[in-house]
């Protein structure tokens, strides 16, 4: 059974930044992508980054583009979102989830294309 368990969120001053970690267990992920998303209230839930386990292609997010470094550790199973020059409206709940996807396409940017998904952790930046 795969999990996905995401770490590092917090309360953080706008400027400041934040490491996120998603840690996978019950699969060992060689090919597909691990996705970070996020969701703020009374919004949906929206594609910042994602990249693939072999070659390590990214892409982002518009809004995220410069700020936020999505890299992933093979040996570890793990995946990690760096966010800098956070601002108030990063504010949101962040998941990781994993896709079996052979290919980047459109599919990776949006939820439905992620198969696992973790419980998501809070990120809050104050203005």
């Known amino acids: 059974q795969v999990q996905l368990v995401e770490s590092g969120g917090g309360l953080v001053q706008a400027g400041g930044s934040l490491r996120l970690s998603c840690a996978a267990s019950?699969?060992?992920?060689?090919?597909?992508?691990m996705g970070w998303f996020r969701q703020a209230p009374g919004k949906e839930r929206e594609f910042v980054a994602t990249?693939?386990?072999?070659?390590?292609?990214?892409y982002y997010a518009d809004s995220v583009k410069g700020r936020f470094t999505i890299s992933r550790d093979n040996a570890m199973n793990t995946a990690y979102l760096q966010m800098n020059s956070l601002k108030p409206e990063d504010t949101a709940v962040y998941y990781c989830?994993?896709?079996?996807?052979?290919?980047?396409?459109?599919?990776?940017?949006?939820?439905?294309?992620?198969?696992?998904w973790g419980r998501g952790t809070q990120v809050t930046v104050s203005s």
């Open positions: 989830a994993a896709a079996n996807l052979l290919r980047f396409t459109t599919t990776a940017m949006v939820p439905a294309g992620y198969n696992y």
């Open positions: 019950g699969r060992t992920f060689s090919n597909g992508a």
């Open positions: 990249i693939w386990w072999s070659g390590g292609n990214t």
